[in-house]
């Protein structure tokens, strides 16, 4: 008998954990209103028109190539993927002055191939369709995992997480989707940015 109640108990702490609820204040992501198209990273299949003012020698229209990479005149293979295009053109720049006196360059992404790769939202793990979609401005948690049909019956909706990278780090912040679906609770609800991925746990059984 005291067998039975013992799993029972263990049984309604396990469901008590599933089915809690968050309270207290949540950190908001960083840069969620901050994104701009300026932000934009060059991909591999962009093309870039770098040009050396005076110089036309130097100033070439070239593709990023599957390492990532561009080859310019005097300074070879310069590595541009997952710059900006102002961040790429300070790196010409540096790299030329070793030949050129006072260079002065500037970039730009002429055929963004890779933009919409970059410019996507992902929801995966326990939904009923994992979903990777072009990212809409205005867009928000429950927006995204409502069009992937929303958690599946193995969730673990509270554990979820919202992964952005920010200053080239990825940071990690809570999603209460439980909270969010069945109680409005919609503090966690984050407005998303390109590039955001959420995902949702399975139960630990």
Known sequence: MWRVF??????LFA???CTSSHYGPIEQPEEALAFSPEDYRIGVGDNLAINVWRD??????VP??????ISMPLIGDVLAADKTAEGLADEITTKLEKYVRNPQVTVIITNPSSTDFQHRVRVTGAVRGPQSIPYRQGMTVLDLVLMAGGPNEFAQPNAAKLYRRVAGEVRVYPIYLRDILERGNLESNYQLLPGD????PDRAF
Do not use: H
Not at 56 to 61: C, G, H, I, Y
């Open 197 to 200: 991925i959420v995902t949702v």
């Open 64 to 69: 990023v190539r599957p390492d990532g990479k």
């Open 56 to 61: 036309q020698a130097l100033s070439v229209t």
């Open 6 to 11: 013992i799993y029972l108990t263990m049984a």
């Open 15 to 17: 469901l008590a954990g």
